[in-house]
């Protein structure tokens, strides 16, 4: 791990850190959590329960690396205290088998993914899931309320999708697009919009094989073994594509790791240089659409959109306003104020399942913001964040505390906002939204649906049940010569 940490202990942290507005006590802040690495690291505090028990709690969202005046590293801090203590026994025995357990899931081919969706889909279709999810308590409960809140779209990109038209320079620049493992099995109609809107700004886009899982759960989680075997994986299948300018991600948090991952194979000399020319020419999806420009507008998408910036794009990426920016030039779209819009939602990884009642509480104090905000689309350019929100802003999301309480413990609008600072019980329920919900539940979708929506001629694969409210309300501003012929069926 590294050295002391340099921390001037200044507390502009603290009202950033979600946790240390939901639990209150400074062991659950950035500022105190460095001081128990430090103190891990030079020997001076043993690796007790309650130890590890206030680290496993950090979101590992960034947002104090933002605020910070002095730059500390704290999630290269975090990620390496992690590391080390990943298997500690002192660790939760059921907390580090459930790590483990998704972590082997993830990890598996993305065609055993995509197969696993489409059976499940048929329990998500008829409601059972979510019905069951709604009984069941803590972990379980929340692992399938995730799946029920999500429609999977399995289908993904084609292997290849041909430059729509060339850029100024005459060049095709050549991208490879990560299509990655929950991304591929539940949001492959993303994959789909990041390659047309691509292809709209003159790029060839291919999807090499091979590729797999790129261990973002793994080095959030600690398993830097597993993160740097996924990491060889995609090295080699992006290799094997020839020639690109980018590796193109459309998962915030994936592109986060990616751009990182060179530094688990800085000492490796047969793999160094390989992982830097790698890393580097990592882009997300949004962030190259913003260099490279839209393509042009074929209909508008009239919306009232509430943009949630995604804390690995915000802050560990440093992209910030990324969706507003690109949103803001599409016919149609009004953006809806979104008080503290990058403040974590709660998903951040396995921490939804592994500490479901801190997430939870964030989760709804998201919504919250959302809903009174009045927008009816909410997007996120992360698919962990779309499925913890969508579960959230359903109609029939659980209002209740998790241990059936009917007094709440704090406002969730003040927890959204970071208004607010309270002391609550190691492992206290905490907040819930005092009104009920609307009837009306905002939409939950990647931004890049809304962008393909409004920028490309395609629309072979509309049917997405996310999409369908947009597509039947858009106005279509494509010429006439260009739309296609009214059927009598």
Known sequence: ??????????????????????????????????????????????????????????????????????????????????????????????????????????????????????????????????????????????????????????????????????????????????????????????????????????????????QVCCGALHRHAGDRAGATRLLKRNIVAFEAAGDIDHVVVDAAGCGSALK???????????????ARRFSSSVRDALELLDELGLPP???????????????????????????SRLLGQLPGVVLAPLPSADRCCGSAGLYSLLHPQVADALGRAKVATILDSGADVLTAANPGCLMHLARHAAPNATRRRPDGGDRWSADDNDVATGTTQRTAPQGASVGARRRAPSSASPTALHPLILLDRACSLDDDDRGAPSERRLAAASEDLTPAAHRPAASNS
Not at 93 to 121: F, I, K, S, T, Y
Not at 260 to 274: I, K, M, N
Not at 297 to 323: E, F, K, N, Y
């Open 1 to 210: 791990m590294d050295h002391e940490s340099p921390c001037i202990h200044c507390g502009f942290c603290l009202p950033v850190c979600p946790t240390y507005d939901v639990l209150g006590t400074e062991m659950d802040g950035p500022r105190g959590r460095l001081m128990l690495m430090d103190g891990l690291d030079d020997g001076r505090i043993d690796a007790s329960p309650a130890v590890l028990e206030h680290l496993d709690l950090c979101l590992g969202c960034r947002a104090c690396e933002t605020a910070c005046p002095s730059g500390v590293p704290y999630g290269a801090k975090l990620t390496a205290t992690r590391e080390a203590f990943c298997n500690d026994p002192v660790r939760p025995l059921a907390r580090r088998r459930l790590e483990r357990l998704v972590l082997q899931g993830v990890a598996l081919p993305p065609w055993l993914l995509r197969l696993g969706m489409r059976l499940a889909w048929p329990f998500v279709a008829s409601g059972l899931l979510a019905r069951v999810a709604r009984w069941l308590p803590g972990r379980a409960g929340a692992a399938l309320g995730l799946l029920a809140a999500t429609t999977p779209a399995t289908q993904g990109p084609p292997p290849f999708t041909a430059a729509a038209t060339s850029r100024d320079d005459g060049r095709h620049p050549r991208v490879a697009l990560l299509t990655g493992c929950i991304s591929s099995a539940l949001f492959g109609d993303v994959s789909r919009a990041a390659a047309r809107l691509l292809a709209g700004t003159g790029c060839d886009v291919v999807v090499p094989t091979g």
């Open 260 to 274: 990182e991952a060179h530094e688990l194979l800085g000492d490796d000399p047969a793999w160094a240089d390989r």
């Open 297 to 323: 507008t074929q209909r508008a998408v009239p919306a009232t959109v509430a943009c949630h910036d995604a804390c690995h794009l915000t802050h560990a990426q440093q992209l910030h306003g990324l969706s």
